[in-house]
Every structure is written in C-alpha cells, then in structure tokens.
C-alpha cells in the first residue's frame, strides 16, 4: 500500500494555471478510473473536487479538472485565485478493496 | 443537509484502546458505502478503513488490520471505528466521510486522537 507520489510542492501565479501530478501504478491509478481529488485548508476537513478522474460534483467550479495518462492523474487549477491557497490530494481505489492517497501538495498562489 | 458530526477523540495510554463515532444525517444511510480517514499532525491523508453500505464488508489499510474494526449502526445511523492496542503511529486527526463513486464527498470534522504516556 504505497502512497502515491505528488510533488510536495506547486506555485503559480494569479490567473494563471498550476497542474498537479498524482503517480501510482497499474495497480492503482493506471488500473481503475477512480481517482479522487481534494482541497483540503488548514486544520479543516477535506473537500471532494474531483471523482472518477475528471468528474466535478455539483458545486465545485469548471475552474478545477482531472484527467489520467496510464499511471499519472493529473489535477489543472485554471484561473488561479487566492483562495486557491491550499493542499491538494488524490486517492485511488487499489483493487483488493483498499484506497490509497497521495503525499499532498501544497500548492502558493503568487 | 448532509451532516457527519464525529465523537471520541481522546488522549489514550499505548497499548489502550478508544471507540470513535460518527452520526450522520441529511441522507440515507443505507444507501451509502463509509469510510475512516485519518492525518497523523503534520502529515498527509491516510485511509484507515471502508464499510459497505449493508455492513457486510468491511476493509482494512494494512497498517491498522487486527487492530481496528469498523461498524455501522443502521437503524440510528451512527458510524463507528473501535481502536484497539494503540500505538503512537497512530496518533491523527481522524475522519469518517461517506463514499461516494470510490471517492469521499462530504467528512466530519475529525477527531483528535493523541496516543501518549
């Protein structure tokens, strides 16, 4: 049950876009169509923004997109805005009926 | 609206153990799949556990499996998570949340649990 591999860290600036990485293997990422994203603030609870790799529940903006190329989901944050500020993580289903997360990734709005 | 309003968080002795609920409302428990998340301070997302929506099943992260169980109370629409033979590693904020499409989209706000002499 390894985590999968985000970079610790992205930055972009004010009405720009940042894409964030999530990389797993066929085991996981490569090998199901359930991958999540989240935005989670400070000493709060998480927030779904993505679901099967590039769905968005109701609510969460257009500004926000998931996508998948074999073993890496990928998150795009267009139209960068402050409150942006945050972490951001994925998760997977596994197979074998487990789920596993990324490290996070702290993402700077300049 | 959907709520998930979580109970138990303490500081437990190692090797103690510790019961946390999570009581939810605003939807139909039982057409819902659960899930225990939890983040050690500091640190990222862990998945602790899942539940299927009749209770039947029930899944295990490798490194909480003998020693925690998850459970679901139906008809009061609590969900739970029983800690046994705690150990500092296991020191978190934990959270339940409801499954939704192999994801989580609505979490209680987590409860503190601190394993410590």
């Known amino acids: 049950q390894s985590a999968l591999i985000q970079p610790p860290s992205a930055s972009g600036s004010l009405g720009k876009s940042v894409t964030i990485s999530c990389t797993g293997t066929n085991r996981d990422v490569g090998g199901y169509g359930y991958v999540s994203w989240y935005q989670q603030y400070p000493g709060r609870a998480p927030t779904l923004l993505i679901y099967e790799v590039n769905k968005r529940p109701s609510g969460v903006p257009d500004r926000f997109s998931g996508s998948k190329s074999g073993n890496t989901a990928s998150l795009t944050v267009s139209g960068l805005r402050t409150e942006d500020e945050a972490d951001y993580y994925c998760d997977s289903f596994a197979g074998n009926n487990i789920w596993v997360f990324g490290g996070g990734t702290r993402l700077t709005v300049l | 609206q959907v709520q998930l309003v979580q109970s138990g968080g303490a500081v437990v002795q190692p090797g103690g153990s510790l019961r946390l609920s999570c009581a939810v409302s605003g939807f139909i428990f039982t057409d819902y799949r659960m899930h225990w998340v939890r983040q050690a301070p500091g640190k990222g997302l862990e998945w602790v556990a899942f539940?299927?929506?009749?209770?039947?099943?029930?899944y295990y992260a490798d490194s909480v499996k003998g020693r925690f169980s998850i459970s679901r109370d139906n008809l009061n629409n609590m969900l739970y998570l029983q800690m046994n033979s705690l150990g500092p590693d296991d020191t978190a904020v934990y959270f339940c949340?409801?499954?939704?499409?192999?994801?989580?989209?609505?979490w209680g706000r987590g409860n503190m649990v601190t394993v410590s002499s």
């Open positions: 539940i299927q929506d009749d209770g039947r099943k029930k």
């Open positions: 949340a409801r499954d939704f499409n192999w994801g989580c989209d609505y």
